[in-house]
């Protein structure tokens, strides 16, 4: 494992175990927006593992983004880390700058996938 794979997992780790409480979760499920650990996932730039830093992101390859997922699914995060990463990751690739906005997908019936911004 290499150092920067495995500073990125154990920070991650903590941030999880530190704030991805059972209470936190609960106030998700019933509407309410994790937004104290989404500003220290943006801070921590983990949502732009992954991503080249001359794209905008913080850097590593998708190996690195993929153990973010994996430790998301673990700790139960209730925010939309994996999708934003995959979405970031997609977009970074096609040369488009993201900001720090959480980024979900779908799927529509005809399996066509489209990009759209909407605001909420």
Do not use: H
């Not at 999880?16 to 943006?42: A, H, N, Y």
């Not at 913080?58 to 934003?84: C, H, M, N, R």
């Amino acid at each position: 494992m290499s150092d920067m794979k495995e500073m990125i997992i154990d920070v991650t780790s903590n941030i999880f175990k530190d704030l991805s409480t059972k209470e936190l979760i609960d106030r998700s499920e019933s509407g309410q927006w994790s937004k104290s650990l989404w500003d220290v996932l943006t801070e921590s730039e983990l949502i732009s593992v992954g991503i080249s830093e001359k794209l905008g992101g913080a850097g590593g390859d998708f190996e690195d983004a993929f153990s973010i997922i994996y430790l998301a699914g673990k700790y139960a995060v209730p925010l939309p880390l994996s999708e934003t990463i995959l979405a970031k990751g997609v977009l970074a690739e096609l040369g488009q700058l993201t900001n720090n906005d959480p980024i979900t997908c779908s799927i529509e019936e005809d399996n066509k996938v489209q990009l759209v911004k909407s605001e909420s």
